[in-house]
């Protein structure tokens, strides 16, 4: 690690004393003022900020023409000082904390009263063995995710328990779930897990939502890929998985409030492990289990918060542990499950709805939500995955065997939603609108303007809704060939 | 660059966009409105001819209020310019007070100021500068890009007349190499090279980052604005980028170059203790933006 910091600084410091007298080709003409202000708010056309943006990767004087621009913005400490998630409206906060408790409440009462091998099982995979150091970590995440069944004697999949209490069992007669959580309960480096504990226990209120998010973001590595060293959970080391996620609520329509809810319904889980033959036999309960969880469409994940997973399981309707468990291993970013949807807005998975519900309504609708979302059909053809080189996914049988969709340039995806088993749509950064109407390929769509889009909710392969970093959010109707702001 | 506008927006497009913009305001005959409108649009789609659908999305996205502002300005309506004057005039002062904190950049908004109004008269009136104005973004931006333009253009002239030292001053004589080095110019052409193969590869926004961060010395939080990236997103895509160009480097060095691993080692450390001479075009052309804060204080 010393090495590789020396290194990094030597690079540093090279780059710092010959970058700026290299001598460069500037690609295309220089941008005037017009096009450079329109670059800067994002609102060219893609292919020509395309250009500008080529040009002023090349051009001295057009780069310095944008330093002094930059320098000139007038900036806002209060919005420059808050990150962009915690700039979401704090109106939100009040029902997601809401609905929060009511999942938790739901999630102890359903505990009580159910046998163990109801419980649907998640897993984070460790890929490597506690002893691995990070370098083991990163070669898991480079491993091809069509990883074998561990080898006997090999470490068997560590339980993420806090995960799997959170993931409520929807049996047919039983509400669905408000919340779920992907938050390992015992990983972590200290700051993080005494701030996500403290914060969980206590935190139903909006304020310590966002300031358990908040504290996790803090934590965050600055390094692409790299993972924290392995961390003990007590019976046995688990990857410590930078910016834990929160997967937007199954049936509430609460995008924005997505990451601040994590802290909310995750417990410290970790005793409940006891032996080691007592967590086989929970496993292998969870393995031949088929009860049916509540479906979950990952709808929002910053590449920024998600790149540091080794493995990212999301158990969906129809689906048992032990297929969740083969699909999960390497370096899947997130799986998305084929479904129609009832209506749009109302019980979208994850919630980029049209029209967010706010206030006292939005406990309502989030009911109203659940109930339509449990009426949804359970049979699910179709999975895509996001692995974390960009590359999609698709699997047919249920996460037994996964291909790759063409696409012509790899690109960052953050978010996907998948209307039927043939389609799906997938955002990213810049920009970036995919869609699939064959399940084979991926063609790229035009976008107006360059924006990071981190949500996309789509209802067929013609509607569609995405939505950007900053909160704007654009509609099509034509399959992509125009988008309208909302 | 002013073109001449070919397309047609209809004049019933015009109107309804005219009550949309708050021309009216300003007491902006339609005409006029739409003519700003068609120059906008020749503009927009340079070297195309576009379809009505095009047109319609095209306007639909444009900065309307600001553009309707701009052209009754331009056309002398005094009312838009008393607005202008107290709405604008103030944020141009701003930027250039950003841009040099001193007050050194003050003359330049005066003068642009002056352009905004038309002192030149061409053909008998005057001729404003907020002609140019499109409205594809928004007209703040727009002036402040204008300034920005300006700014550097006459940095970059006076850099080019600036006096080198006399051959015996003291910045002269200190600037010289105190231990000539036989491999010295071997490393510095080799890294050059390397170096400018490892940009080369990059992907325009790391390369754009990379520059912002080293050449313009923006800081991460700048940059972020730029970029519309957070800043910790700067730092790790800096970081990687970092990690790439190294690595390339040193394969190029020892692939094309032929430099072992010490001979690599010691090429990086010559070129870090001096990278030696601009060239004619970086003597011309390349001066490092100016640091608002030394390297230590900035965040990476």
């Given at each position: 690690v010393s090495s590789e910091h020396e290194r990094d600084q030597t690079t540093d410091a090279l780059l710092r004393a010959a970058l700026p007298g290299l001598p460069g080709q500037a690609a295309g003409a220089c941008l005037d003022a017009g096009t450079l202000a329109a670059w800067s708010e994002r609102t060219l056309p893609q292919s020509e900020a395309e250009r500008a943006e080529l040009h002023l990767a090349t051009c001295e004087r057009c780069q310095q023409m944008l330093a002094a621009f930059t320098r000139t913005e007038p900036v806002a400490p209060a919005a420059a000082a808050v990150p962009f998630w915690q700039r979401w409206?704090?109106?939100w906060l009040v029902p997601a904390g809401a609905l929060a408790a009511a999942a938790f409440v739901l999630v102890v009462v359903t505990r009580e009263g159910e046998?163990?091998?109801e419980r649907q099982m998640a897993r984070l995979e460790a890929?490597?063995?506690?002893?691995?150091g990070a370098r083991g970590q990163e070669a898991g995440l480079a491993a091809p995710s069509h990883a074998p069944e561990p080898?006997?004697?090999?470490?068997p999949p560590v339980e993420a328990v806090g995960l799997a209490d959170q993931i409520?069992?929807?049996?047919?007669?039983t509400p669905p779930p408000a919340t779920l959580s992907r938050q390992p309960a015992v990983s972590g480096p200290p700051a993080v897990r005494e701030a996500g504990r403290e914060d969980r226990a206590r935190s139903t209120s909006g304020r310590n939502l966002r300031d358990g998010a908040r504290s996790i973001e803090l934590n965050k590595?600055?390094?692409?890929g790299a993972t924290r060293p392995t961390v003990s959970a007590g019976v046995r080391s688990v990857p410590y998985v930078a910016g834990v996620p929160t997967l937007?609520?199954?049936?509430?329509?609460?995008p924005t409030a997505a990451p601040a809810?994590?802290?909310?319904?995750?417990?410290?889980?970790?005793?409940?492990?006891?032996t080691e033959s007592e967590r086989m036999a929970r496993a292998e309960a969870a393995d031949q289990s088929t009860t049916k969880l509540d479906s979950v469409q990952?709808?929002?994940?910053?590449l920024d918060k998600?790149?540091?997973?080794q493995a990212l399981v999301v158990l969906v309707p129809g689906e048992s542990a032990a297929a969740a468990k083969t699909a999960g291993?390497?370096?899947?970013i997130a799986e998305i499950v084929s479904e129609p949807r009832p209506a749009f807005g109302r019980a979208g998975r994850g919630g980029a709805g049209k029209v967010p519900a706010r206030g006292p309504a939005a406990a309502a609708e989030a009911a109203q939500a659940a109930s339509d979302a449990a009426k949804?059909?359970?049979?699910?053809?179709a999975r895509w995955r996001i692995l974390a080189n960009g590359t999609v996914e698709r699997s047919v049988n249920a996460g037994a065997t996964w291909h790759p969709l063409a696409l012509d340039a790899p690109v960052a995806l953050t978010a996907g939603s998948s209307p039927s088993d043939e389609v799906a749509w997938f955002v990213g950064l810049g920009g970036v609108v995919l869609l699939s109407t064959d399940g084979e390929r991926l063609d790229r769509l035009s976008f107006p303007n360059t924006s990071n889009l981190v949500e996309v909710v789509a209802v067929t392969d013609r509607a569609a809704t995405v939505r950007t970093e900053d909160g704007r959010t654009f509609v099509t109707g034509d399959g992509g060939r125009t988008w309208s702001a909302q | 660059m002013h073109l001449t506008a070919t397309a047609q927006v209809t004049p019933a497009l015009a109107e309804r966009l005219h009550g949309e913009s708050g021309a009216a305001r300003w007491t902006l005959p339609v005409e006029a409105f739409q003519a700003a409108l068609e120059a906008s649009v020749a503009y927009g789609f340079t070297g195309r001819t576009p379809s009505a659908a095009d047109i319609d999305q095209y306007v639909g996205s444009l900065h309307l209020e600001d553009l309707a502002l701009a052209a009754a300005c331009a056309a002398g309506q005094e009312a838009a310019w008393d607005h202008f004057v107290l709405e604008y005039r103030p944020v141009l002062y701003r930027a250039a007070d950003a841009l040099e904190p001193g007050g050194g950049a003050r003359d330049l908004a005066d003068a642009l100021y002056a352009d905004l109004f038309g002192l030149e008269t061409t053909g008998g009136g005057r001729q404003s500068l907020?002609?140019?104005?499109?409205?594809?973004?928004r007209l703040t931006s727009w002036l402040r890009a204008v300034l920005s333009q300006r700014y550097v253009d006459r940095v970059r002239a006076a850099r080019r007349l600036d006096a080198l030292p006399e051959d015996d001053a003291p910045s002269a004589v200190a600037a010289g190499p105190i231990a000539p080095d036989p491999e010295r110019p071997r490393h510095l052409a080799a890294m050059r090279d390397a170096l400018a193969a490892a940009l080369a590869a990059l992907a325009p926004r790391d390369r754009l980052r990379l520059t912002s961060y080293y050449?313009?010395?923006?800081?991460l939080a700048e940059i972020g604005r730029a970029l519309r990236e957070h800043e910790a997103t700067v730092s790790r895509h800096l970081a990687r980028t970092r990690r790439l160009i190294r690595d390339a480097v040193e394969r190029r060095l020892a692939?094309?170059?032929?430099?072992?691993e010490a001979a690599r080692a010691e090429c990086i450390r010559s070129v870090i203790a001096d990278a030696g001479p601009l060239d004619l075009e970086a003597l011309l052309g390349a001066e490092p933006g100016?640091?608002?804060?030394e390297p230590a204080a900035r965040s990476r």
């Open positions: 409206p704090r109106r046998p163990p091998a890929p490597a063995p506690p002893s691995t080898r006997p004697g090999a470490q409520t069992a929807a049996a047919p007669a590595p600055e390094t692409d937007p609520t199954s049936t509430a329509d609460t809810e994590a802290p909310a319904t995750v417990k410290p889980a970790a005793p409940k492990v006891t990952i709808t929002n994940m910053p998600y790149r540091n997973y291993t390497g370096a899947v949804l059909p359970s049979t699910i053809a | 907020l002609r140019y104005f499109h409205g594809r973004s050449v313009q010395r923006l800081t692939a094309r170059h032929g430099l072992d100016p640091r608002k804060n």
